[in-house]
């Protein structure tokens, strides 16, 4: 990319500014002076100093963000209407980061989002049958047989069944609530399983997509990157 891209991604200032800090000596590209704000740069290969400040020592090509998604957002990069978790994360000179998958906009919880597409494309795949893991508060009680039909895996409408999932009760504050644990990713999953049990979803919070926990020290809004440990068990 562009030199003056870049240090205007990094937050910098406007190009006119930054084409005016390159004239006055102000970027060093691999401890040479740059003299031109179009020459091209990778930041993932070259150092580049700016008032003797490193840009690039922590630069990675990918990122990874875990975000406690908060309700009343879109899981989408762009939208006319809506706020977008993407409007929620300070990206920086990140300009192709997605979520990795969707959810709804009344969801909360767990959401990855980087710009590593194949990754990406591997969680997503229903041939690797990820697992995500969902706490769900439902309108009426779930009885044991419910359990029984959301395991076995139920019709929701489509051609097939759902697959077998796994489903159990915990009691949060007095309220029952329902962990359900599922490995594909169809069109409101969650909500048309309970529907399909004759129940309805009050509230719907992602807390798991395979080796990925929710950070319950995330409030709903906030993220943080991957650890390396989180990133080794996910991929
Ligand atoms: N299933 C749903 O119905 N909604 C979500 O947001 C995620 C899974």
Same mark, same amino acid.
């Given at each position: 990319m562009r030199l003056d891209k870049f240090l205007g991604d990094c937050g910098l200032g406007t190009r006119k500014q930054l084409k005016e800090c390159i004239k006055n000596g102000m970027v060093l590209v691999d401890g040479v002076?740059?003299? =031109?704000? *179009?020459?091209?740069? *990778?930041?993932?290969? +070259? /150092?580049?100093?700016? #008032?003797? /400040?490193?840009?690039? /020592?922590?630069? #990675? =090509?990918? =990122?990874?963000?875990?975000? +406690? =998604?908060p309700q009343g957002v879109v899981s989408a990069t762009k939208d006319n209407h809506d706020e977008t978790v993407l409007d929620l994360i300070d990206t920086g000179y990140d300009k192709n980061l997605s979520p990795v998958g969707r959810l709804d906009k009344d969801t909360e919880g767990l959401l990855l989002i980087t710009n590593d597409g194949k990754l990406a494309h591997r969680l997503l795949s229903p041939k690797k049958h990820v697992e995500k893991e969902y706490e769900v508060h439902t309108k009426k009680f779930v009885s044991e047989s419910d359990i029984k039909r959301l395991e076995e895996g139920i019709d929701i409408g489509d051609e097939i069944p759902t697959l077998p999932a796994k489903a159990y009760i915990s009691e949060q504050n007095g309220e029952q609530v329902l962990h359900l644990i599922i490995h594909e990713g169809r069109f409101h999953q969650v909500k048309r399983m309970l529907e399909a049990i004759g129940n309805e979803v009050v509230f719907l919070k992602r807390v798991r997509m395979g080796a990925l926990l929710l950070d319950p020290s995330l409030l709903p809004g906030e993220y943080r990157e991957l650890t390396k440990e989180e990133l080794y068990l996910l991929k």
């Open positions: 002076v740059a003299t =031109k704000p *179009d020459i091209s740069i *990778d930041p993932a290969q +070259n /150092e580049i100093l700016f #008032s003797g /400040e490193n840009l690039t /020592e922590n630069y #990675s =090509k990918f =990122k990874y963000y875990i975000l +406690n =998604k």
